[in-house]
DNA sequence: CTTAAAATACCACAAACGTGCGATTTCTGT
DNA sequence: ACAGAAATCGCACGTTTGTGGTATTTTAAG
C-alpha cells in the first residue's frame, strides 16, 4: 500500500472527473455546483437517467467516480450499475439514496458499487466519500457493511476434510471440469484404470455414487 | 431490526459480556483495566491465547463480544474465530491488530469476524466499536471494506440466459442434485425417455456433452 | 385458426460409468 | 528396516449415459 497525500493537500493537480445522474434536477444543480465549486473536482456529465448517460456520455473522457442516483428509477439505477461497470471497469460508483434503504443499497453494492451517500449528507461528506472512493475506499454505512460480512461470510461453508490425497484432488479437479475418465488419463499420463481407481477411492471419501454428485458435492463445500 | 437506545443512554441496564484474549500480558491488563471501567461492559473472561479460552471458557456465560488478537498466534487467531462462533453462533468477534495487516483482517472477516480495531486506537474509539458491533455494525477500516466488496461483487457473475424452459431448470436442478436419469423420471412421474430428451435439450443448450460439464456449469454461472 | 414452441414419449446402440475384486510399486515416517 | 499409506495398473460385468432418430400432444402467440 502506498502512503496518499493528506487532504489538506491541495495542488492544482489533475483533477477527479465526476459523472452525475440523478433525476430531481433541483438537487442535481446542486450537487453539481457543489462539485465544480470544489476544487480538484470536475463534473462533465451531469445527466436526469442512466439513458441520458449512455447516449450523451459516448463523447465524454471516461468519468473516475459516478454519483448514481437508486432511488425512483428501479430499473435505471441497479442495472445502470453494471452497465457503468462494463464501459468503464474501473470506474468508482457512489450510490445516492434519500433514506436508508437497506436493499437497496445492498443489492446496489453486490452489482458493483463502491460505496454509498445519503442525500442529506453535508456537503463536506460527499466531498469526503469522493476522495475516499478514488482512493480505494469504502464509504458506506456500518450497518451494511456488515450485512455485506455476514454473507460474505456465509459463502465460506465450512471446509470439511475428506481426506483426499493430493493426486485424488487432482484428478477431482479434472473431473469436476467435465473431462472422462479416458480424457483424465489421457492428460495426466495415467492409465484408465488408475484414474478408475482414483475416481472410486473419491467417490467412497466423498460420499457419492455419480459424477453429478461429486461435482455438486465439491462447488457446494467448497473442496479444493 | 429493531430500534436500540442511543448511547448516551446509559441506564444500569444489563452490562456487555466481553471476552478478551490476547497473548502481551501487558496490553490485555490495559484493555481489561478500560473495560471494567466502563459503565456497562464487563470483562469475565480474559486469556493469553484461544486454547486458555476454550478450556477455561466453558464455565463462564457466553460473550456477547471477543476482542481477538490475531497478531502472532498464526493457527490460532483466524481458526479461533471459526470455533468461537461454532462454540457461540451469535457472538460478535472484533479483531486486534496492530497494524494494518490487510490480508489477516481479510481472511478474519472471512472466517466470521464482524470487524476490526487497531490496538493503538484511544479507549473511546474502542468501547464505541464494542458498542457499534453489539448494535448491527461493522467498524472497518474502509479499504478492507472496499476488498471485501470487490471480491463481493465478483461472486455475482453475469447470468447468462441460456433459454432454459421452466421444465429444463426443473430436470437439470435434479440433474445437479445427483439423481439418475431413471431416478428423475420417478421423481416427476415422467417416463424415462421424456427425462432423456430433456437432457438432450439441456446439453446443447449449455453446450456440454457430460453432466459434470453441466453441473460444473450450474455453479460457475449461477444458472438456475 | 394456425403455427411455433414446449412437453411428452419411444427405440437402438455405442460409449462411458460404477463397482466388485486383485495386484505391484513407490513414498513416508518411526 | 519395516509398516502403512499412496499411487499405480489390471479385468469383468452390469448399469447408466449420450446421441441419433421419430412422433404425438399441449400450450402460447400471432
Redesign the interface.
Known amino acids: 500500500?502506498k502512503e496518499k497525500p493528506m487532504a489538506e493537500d491541495r495542488r492544482p493537480v489533475k483533477p477527479i472527473t465526476i459523472w452525475l445522474i440523478e433525476d430531481n434536477a433541483r438537487y442535481r444543480k446542486t450537487l453539481s455546483g457543489l462539485i465544480i465549486q470544489t476544487p480538484g473536482l470536475t463534473c462533465p456529465g451531469s445527466f436526469g437517467s442512466c439513458e441520458e448517460a449512455f447516449s450523451s456520455g459516448k463523447s465524454l473522457p471516461a468519468p473516475e467516480v459516478i454519483l448514481l442516483d437508486i432511488g425512483l428509477p428501479g430499473i435505471n439505477g441497479i442495472s445502470g450499475i453494471e452497465t457503468f461497470k462494463t464501459w468503464f471497469p474501473d470506474v468508482n460508483i457512489l450510490i445516492l439514496t434519500v433514506y436508508d434503504d437497506h436493499d437497496r443499497v445492498f443489492e446496489a453494492?453486490?452489482?458493483?458499487?463502491?460505496?454509498y451517500l445519503l442525500k442529506d449528507a453535508p456537503p463536506e461528506k460527499i466531498v469526503d466519500a469522493i476522495h475516499?472512493v478514488v482512493a480505494?475506499?469504502?464509504?458506506?454505512n456500518?450497518?451494511i457493511?456488515?450485512r455485506?460480512?455476514e454473507?460474505?461470510?456465509r459463502?465460506?461453508p465450512r471446509k470439511t476434510d475428506y481426506g483426499l490425497t493430493d493426486r485424488e484432488k487432482e484428478i477431482l479437479q479434472l473431473?469436476?471440469?467435465?473431462?472422462?475418465k479416458q480424457e483424465i488419463a489421457d492428460r495426466i499420463f495415467l492409465s484408465f484404470h488408475t484414474v478408475n481407481t482414483h475416481i472410486k477411492n473419491i467417490y467412497s471419501k466423498l460420499h457419492?455414487?455419480?459424477?453429478?454428485?461429486?461435482?455438486?458435492k465439491v462447488?457446494?463445500e467448497n473442496i479444493l
Chains 1, 2 share one sequence.
Not at 480505494?136 to 458506506?140: C, L
Open positions: 500500500m453494492l453486490c452489482a458493483g458499487a463502491s460505496g475516499e480505494g475506499g469504502a464509504p458506506m456500518i450497518r457493511a456488515h455485506v460480512l454473507i460474505f461470510a459463502m465460506k473431473l469436476v471440469s467435465g473431462l472422462t457419492v455414487t455419480t459424477r453429478s454428485g461429486a461435482v455438486s462447488y457446494r
